[in-house]
């Protein structure tokens, strides 16, 4: 019996033992899982903590991101506007902090010299430059410029629609918009009104004719008295424009022949000489009005002119000097209103690398409001946005009372005739000055001298 007791109590031992053993080895492997299981949430936890610590680094080497830097040159802030870029450009750093802007200001003498000795080395040309229209089409033909339609097209912002038409148009070259117009100067019509008053002589319309302008001048006239009833440079650039007013172009329609011979051209020149030679409303050529540095405007402040087409950057000094109220109009014209436009614009050098960065710049100097305010207010051009509402303060800002008239010369504006040689240009002036001179100082007659002007300009297309 005894030996039974201890064989059971033997195997009850026995199976207790095997159970601690089961034990023992299930509890080491739940500890072994359980580490595994934490070294694998440490793992996971770290690469987290370092994703983390890469997306502050890059956060931290964006905030460290060095401004892009573009260089500005221009010459028009020259004279006396040097403090107002000064503003614009501080202001636009301010509105874009990623971009800083290092200008230089050179006198227009100097100007072109300078841009051109920095453009052919390349590495230190300006990324954004100012040109008149006249230059732009220089450099866009030699291939300096830099199209900017990419850069337009990315910005959400900008709408083309915002400047006048004609005016953003005028910056394109052969279908590709490589500039864009910034502020522009006109010529309109001023006009005498304490005379016109005194002779009963209705003020010009914005649909006058040169017809109706001839009636008015000869009422105004008082030679005795040195009174004239109109007076109108007669060089190249007058010249350009008053053909225009008469359907008249030095181009064809093709852009490429020479045309300004042709009949429309003759009329517009004979009306020019007609109203000094012929209807005596104008004084004679080799007067001190025509052949001394700015006498018709002189003559005008003094009060003795009735009508006197001019730039606008004239108002100013008549606000100040003229003693009399006056005012300014459309230009007549004979089959249609043409007028002049005398702009600036900036374009982007070819060698830029920073094409978005100088759009930027370019666009805000054609259309911010801080911009467009300091132009008015410093009386620097006129801005060419398409906003009236904008474009109150200059509006108000008189005399003339009829300033409106300034920008709607934009919707008649002729552009400089640079036709298929835009980089001879002068040459062309100078070739038209000379044979205006001589029909305006009776050496050959008008179709004699366009005749010849003709054969010129086709000599220099050939070059």
């Excluded at 005596?280 to 405007?297: E, L």
Aim: glycine letters at 6%.
């Amino acid at each position: 019996m005894v030996k039974k007791i201890l064989g059971l109590m033997i195997a009850v031992a026995l199976m207790f033992s095997v159970f601690a053993g089961c034990s023992s080895t299930g509890g080491k492997n739940a500890a072994s899982n359980q580490k595994a299981e934490d070294k694998g949430k440490v793992t996971a936890s770290a690469v987290e903590e370092k994703k983390e610590e890469v997306k502050k680094e890059e956060v931290k080497k964006e905030e460290k991101k060095e401004p892009v830097k573009i260089k500005f040159m221009q010459n028009s802030a020259n004279g006396g506007k040097e403090e107002t870029l000064k503003s614009m450009i501080e202001d636009f750093q301010k509105k874009n902090p990623d971009v800083v802007v290092e200008s230089e200001i050179v006198p227009w003498k100097d100007y072109f010299t300078k841009l051109n000795i920095v453009i052919s080395s390349g590495s230190s040309a300006p990324d954004v430059f100012e040109l008149g229209y006249e230059n732009f089409g220089q450099y866009a033909a030699k291939g300096l410029l830099k199209e900017l339609d990419e850069a337009i097209a990315k910005d959400k912002d900008f709408k083309p629609e915002s400047i006048k038409k004609l005016a953003y148009d005028a910056y394109k070259f052969n279908g590709k918009q490589m500039g864009v117009c910034t502020d522009f100067s006109a010529v309109v019509l001023y006009y005498n009104k304490d005379l016109f008053d005194s002779k009963k002589v209705a003020y010009p319309q914005g649909n006058w004719t040169w017809k109706d302008e001839l009636e008015a001048a000869k009422k105004l006239t008082d030679e005795g008295k040195g009174i004239w009833g109109s007076v109108s440079p007669l060089q190249a650039y007058e010249f350009y424009k008053t053909i225009a007013q008469n359907n008249g172009s030095i181009w064809g329609s093709d852009g490429k022949s020479v045309t300004v011979n042709s009949k429309e051209c003759v009329d517009a020149l004979q009306w020019m000489l007609d109203k000094s030679m012929k209807y005596k409303i104008s004084p004679r050529f080799s007067s001190d009005i025509y052949t001394q540095p700015d006498a018709d405007v002189n003559a005008f402040a003094a009060g003795k002119v009735a009508m006197l087409r001019t730039g606008i950057w004239n108002m100013v000094r008549f606000t100040k000097d003229a003693k009399f109220k006056w005012d300014i109009a459309l230009e007549p014209g004979n089959t249609k209103p043409a007028h002049h436009f005398f702009s600036n614009g900036l374009v982007t050098s070819k060698d830029s690398k920073n094409v978005e960065a100088a759009w930027k710049f370019i666009k805000y100097m054609a259309i911010d409001p801080y911009v467009i305010s300091q132009r008015i207010e410093k009386d620097w051009n006129v801005p060419v946005v398409n906003n009236d509402a904008i474009m109150t303060a200059y509006f108000k800002k008189t005399p003339p009372e009829s300033k409106k008239v300034v920008t709607d010369t934009l919707d008649s504006l002729v552009l400089p005739p640079l036709g298929p040689i835009p980089d001879k240009w002068n040459e062309m002036t100078k070739i038209l000055g000379d044979e205006l001179d001589k029909a305006k100082f009776g050496k050959q007659s008008v179709q004699k001298s366009l005749d010849s002007a003709k054969e010129k300009i086709e000599k220099l297309v050939q070059k």
